[in-house]
Nanobody, 115 residues
Framework: QVQLVESGGGLVQPGGSLRLSCAAS????????MAWYRQAPGKERELVAI???????DYTDSVKGRFTISRDNAKNSVYLQMNTLEPEDTAVYFC?????????WGQGTQVTVSS
């Protein structure tokens, strides 16, 4: 059974930082495209960052220079370092794993940026 478990969300002031973690079981993160998505209230889920099985990385424009995605294959985990957070980053953040036709999602972790 595949499980993706996110952690690290919370309440942070504008300009602050958070580090999200996604621990995977039942799959090898090294063999999957691993990504972070987010969904704000009333909005569609959007791709934030992806690290592919080839280790190429992409970010959505709004987080470039502020967020960093990384992967630790030994721990079968993926991370999202979020710096200089803005109120517009407030959302539920989801971990995603994809390989061929297979797609897996975590349960999500809430990130709230507010003063």
């Amino acid at each position: 059974q595949v499980q993706l478990v996110e952690s690290g969300g919370g309440l942070v002031q504008p300009g602050g930082s958070l580090r999200l973690s996604c621990a995977a079981s039942g799959i090898f993160t090294a063999l999957h495209h691993m990504a972070w998505y987010r969904q704000a209230p009333g909005k569609e889920r959007e791709l934030v960052a992806i690290i592919r099985s080839t280790s190429t990385i992409d970010y959505t424009d709004s987080v470039k220079g502020r967020f960093t995605i990384s992967r630790d294959n030994a721990k079968n985990s993926v991370y999202l370092q979020m710096n200089t957070l803005e109120p517009e980053d407030t959302a539920v953040y989801f971990c995603n794993a994809a390989r061929n036709e297979d797609r897996y999602w975590g349960q999500g972790t809430q990130v709230t940026v507010s003063s």
